[in-house]
């Protein structure tokens, strides 16, 4: 609809003898109830200045029942584009106060178009006063005459003060007949401590007015406090008339629907979601902070008076959803795209229903909704996911098949036909055990692995023979996994031809079964050797020993020489069987500890002066940082052994006049010590030789000259396999070439 702007002069023209000479109230307002004119008579009445005119609203004059009233004859007069008839209406001031008025309205038109509407209306404001106060005495005598059911009293002006001179059975009933005990006395002894009382009294005689009040009142017959609604009503300068009403339980009532209302009202207002009420041609009437929050407005702006399309991306569809709302008296997560107030374009999802008046019309829409921006985005992103997943399942280079949870194939790629030979109406809708494409090897266990499949247990690769349809074997690998499709659960099994691959799995299997062959001949010849090896080089020792024993002073310098280069090797040769035999208990798991308690400070000192001449050979200055006594549970002789490793070979690989550092310390639930060298280093590249069969690290050259080259590299390995035996740990650290390295051991204590 073209928005036609309002024409002051050309309207105050056609109607001059209303604006000017008539005694009515005359006013000009939207389709809206917007004013858009009024006469100065229509101002004064509302207390407003011209300058309020663009400021005044029916909607900030009316209540809600009188709005809805406002609002129908409106939409009458825009219907018929006739003058409507008069209505009653009770509009608020500037003020505060109330006026009533009997208006009629007359459609204003351009074009035949009705743009506006000239308002007439007479203020019977006095008119209803009267009637009311005419209502009021007719009541009073009625029930006090009557036999009416409201008690009601008569005091008598007696010099200033009032003296009860009559009651009804009403009053009567109400005090338990007590009443009549109290003819002749006077207010201000009766109501001495009720100044309130006294004054309304005075007040409704003084200004021969009529006075209403509630009050709380206990009587003296009874301790229970009613509520009392009392009426006292000016008859002549000598008589003053007061009806009192028990109101208790309705005053009750109010207070239960007041605190239903606000709980209502807090309950609106606290909603996480949007709460409107609308007419039905779109104009808000209400509204909580939520509305607000989700269209991004203020808190406390009031959006009423608005065009809901205002909130709408498309304000064209909203006649969809009022024709939808007018069908069914309700919608359903109804999807609005939105826009906020700064124009940002989001999703909605409104849950509305028709508001019917007493009558049983509807008048308005009343509803919720829900930002549903994301979850929106999200459904076009997985709408747009699965337009790209049935792009990819017919041109992927897999073959695919889906299946029910019954095992009936449902669908199949063109390369699973390319794989298979059958074409789609040969497969689905069988269920894929009846079908001989499952070599018999395999269909047993297949079947029991799809059942527990389905049932949520995992199912890992595994390589089957499929037999395509003209009858050729092949090997596939089968992957699977579980997919909804409309809430229904099927199985996606994906093959790929590993015909080729398992060819070359089975000759591998082959050569590493030699492999096992060839290292089980390994362990059994290291452990016979070791073994035979040892008892020769126990004769070897001990006919060194006796030799030096009984005839070293008879024995010239070569011949010393000699048996001392014999003894020498012999040892070194010891050593290395000693490994050897520890490296096969490793390989068979035959290497065992006997833990017992023992001072790991001590074992450290005694291994220091086992090597105190090669340390001081080499110039290398040693350093203990150990407490006097640590207590720890672990085997003497294997300890022994990593020390006595650990020790030489930073002994081995520090230069002259080095230095060499071994802390222990308690660290959390271990005992830590580590051995700290200023020698040779480690590089990256050597540390994942370390701790390995044979790891022996090799070293030559201009600037290695200091190193001792001699081992077997398997201390290393013995020292890991030791300390992990103890459940502890071994590591080594290095910042490279010369920078020395640090061997840290953690035992744990128990």
Same mark, same amino acid.
């Not at 014999?566 to 390989?587: F, M």
């Given at each position: 609809m073209i928005e036609i702007e309002y024409n002051r002069e050309e309207v105050r023209e056609k109607y001059k003898e209303l604006f000017e000479h008539s005694l009515d109230l005359i006013y000009v307002n939207d389709l809206n109830g917007n004013f858009l004119d009024a006469s100065d008579l229509t101002l004064i009445s509302l207390g407003m200045d011209k300058e309020d005119i663009p400021n005044i609203s029916f909607i900030d004059l009316l209540d809600r029942d009188n709005l809805i009233k406002a609002y129908k004859v409106t939409k009458e007069i825009r219907k018929t584009g006739k003058q409507s008839a008069q209505s009653e209406y009770k509009l608020k001031t500037k003020m505060g106060d109330f006026i009533y008025i009997e208006t009629y309205g007359i459609p204003l038109k351009k074009d035949d178009e009705i743009y506006a509407i000239l308002g007439v209306a007479k203020n019977i404001t006095e008119r209803k006063k009267a009637e009311k106060k005419i209502k009021e005495s007719v009541d009073m005598f009625k029930a006090l005459f009557k036999e009416g059911s409201i008690p009601a009293y008569t005091w008598k002006n007696v010099e200033g003060d009032f003296v009860l001179i009559n009651y009804n059975n009403a009053a009567a009933k109400l005090t338990h007949e007590s009443v009549e005990n109290f003819i002749g006395n006077k207010a201000s002894e009766m109501y001495r401590d009720r100044l309130d009382i006294l004054n309304d009294l005075h007040l409704c005689l003084n200004n021969k007015t009529h006075v209403r009040r509630e009050i709380?009142?206990?009587?003296?017959?009874?301790?229970?406090?009613?509520?009392?609604?009392?009426?006292?009503?000016?008859?002549?300068p000598d008589l003053i008339v007061v009806r009192t009403e028990d109101i208790t339980e309705r005053k009750k009532a109010e207070e239960r629907l007041k605190e239903s209302e606000l709980k209502y009202r807090n309950m609106i207002n606290n909603l996480d979601v949007g709460f409107y009420q609308v007419t039905l041609d779109g104009i808000m009437l209400n509204h909580n902070p939520a509305h607000n929050k989700i269209l991004e407005y203020d808190l406390s702006e009031s959006l009423i008076g608005k065009k809901v399309t205002d909130f709408w991306q498309f304000p064209e569809d909203r006649e969809q959803y009022l024709e939808h709302i007018l069908r069914d008296n309700y919608t359903k997560n109804y999807i609005c795209p939105s826009l906020t107030k700064d124009g940002k374009k989001i999703f909605v999802q409104l849950n509305s229903h028709l508001m019917l008046d007493k009558q049983g019309n509807h008048y308005g829409i009343e509803g919720t909704f829900i930002d549903i921006t994301e979850k929106y985005k999200l459904e076009e992103k997985l709408r747009e996911s699965e337009r790209l997943y049935h792009n990819l399942y017919d041109n992927t280079p897999f073959s695919v098949i889906l299946i029910n949870t019954q095992g009936v194939v449902v669908d199949m790629n063109p390369k699973?036909?390319?794989?298979?030979?059958?074409?789609?109406?040969?497969?689905?809708?069988?269920?894929?055990?009846?079908?001989?494409?499952?070599?018999?090897?395999?269909?047993?266990?297949?079947?029991?692995?799809?059942?527990?499949?389905?049932?949520?247990?995992?199912?890992?690769?595994?390589?089957?023979?499929?037999?395509?349809?003209?009858?050729?074997?092949?090997?596939?690998?089968?992957?699977?996994?579980?997919?909804?499709?409309?809430?229904?659960?099927?199985?996606?099994?994906?093959?790929?031809?590993?015909?080729?691959?398992?060819?070359?799995?089975?000759?591998?299997?082959?050569?590493?079964?030699?492999?096992?062959?060839?290292?089980?001949?390994?362990?059994?010849?290291?452990?016979?050797?070791?073994?035979?090896?040892?008892?020769?080089?126990?004769?070897?020792?001990?006919?060194?020993?006796?030799?030096?024993?009984?005839?070293?002073?008879?024995?010239?310098?070569?011949?010393?020489?000699? @048996?001392? &280069? =014999?003894? *020498?090797?012999?040892?070194?040769?010891?050593?290395?069987? /000693?490994?050897? #035999?520890? $490296? !096969?208990?490793?390989?068979?798991?035959?290497?065992?500890?006997?833990?017992?308690?023992?001072?790991?400070?001590?074992?450290?000192?005694?291994?220091?002066?086992?090597?105190?001449?090669?340390?001081?050979?080499?110039?290398?200055?040693?350093?203990?940082?150990?407490?006097?006594?640590?207590?720890?549970?672990?085997?003497?002789?294997?300890?022994?052994?990593?020390?006595?490793?650990?020790?030489?070979?930073?002994?081995?690989?520090?230069?002259?006049?080095?230095?060499?550092? @071994?802390? &222990? =310390?308690? *660290?959390?639930?271990?005992?830590?010590?580590?051995?700290? /060298?200023?020698? #040779?280093? $480690? !590089?990256?590249?050597?540390?994942?030789?370390?701790?390995?069969?044979?790891?022996?690290?090799?070293?030559?050259?201009?600037?290695?000259?200091?190193?001792?080259?001699?081992?077997?590299?398997?201390?290393?390995l013995i020292s890991k396999e030791i300390v992990d035996s103890h459940e502890g740990e071994i590591r080594v650290e290095s910042e490279g070439r010369n920078k020395g390295s640090t061997f840290i051991v953690r035992l744990p204590i128990t």
């Open positions: 709380n009142y206990r009587f003296q017959f009874s301790d229970e406090e009613k509520f009392l609604l009392v009426n006292y009503s000016y008859v002549d699973a036909k390319e794989m298979l030979g059958y074409d789609r109406d040969e497969l689905i809708g069988k269920k894929f055990m009846n079908l001989s494409i499952i070599h018999q090897d395999h269909l047993p266990n297949l079947l029991e692995l799809f059942r527990k499949f389905v049932k949520g247990e995992k199912l890992h690769r595994m390589d089957i023979k499929i037999r395509k349809k003209n009858g050729v074997v092949f090997w596939a690998n089968l992957q699977a996994a579980l997919t909804k499709i409309k809430e229904e659960t099927y199985v996606q099994a994906l093959f790929t031809d590993i015909t080729a691959k398992k060819g070359v799995e089975i000759l591998i299997e082959t050569e590493i079964k030699k492999l096992k062959e060839l290292d089980q001949i390994r362990k059994n010849l290291i452990s016979r050797v070791s073994h035979e090896l040892k008892t020769p080089l126990v004769s070897v020792s001990g006919g060194c020993e006796l030799l030096l024993t009984i005839y070293g002073d008879q024995l010239s310098k070569e011949e010393l020489e000699i @048996i001392g &280069l =014999i003894e *020498k090797g012999g040892k070194r040769l010891k050593h290395l069987v /000693d490994n050897l #035999i520890d $490296i !096969s208990r490793i390989d068979y798991e035959k290497f065992k500890l006997l833990k017992t308690p023992n001072d790991l400070s001590s074992i450290i000192r005694e291994i220091s002066k086992e090597l105190n001449y090669s340390i001081k050979d080499r110039k290398i200055n040693l350093m203990l940082l150990l407490p006097e006594s640590f207590q720890i549970n672990l085997d003497l002789v294997r300890i022994e052994q990593v020390i006595m490793n650990l020790l030489s070979n930073a002994i081995k690989n520090t230069p002259p006049d080095g230095e060499i550092v @071994i802390k &222990l =310390i308690k *660290k959390e639930n271990f005992a830590e010590f580590s051995i700290c /060298d200023t020698g #040779i280093g $480690i !590089s990256p590249e050597e540390m994942d030789m370390l701790f390995t069969k044979f790891g022996k690290l090799e070293r030559y050259g201009e600037g290695f000259e200091y190193i001792d080259i001699q081992g077997t590299g398997l201390g290393l």
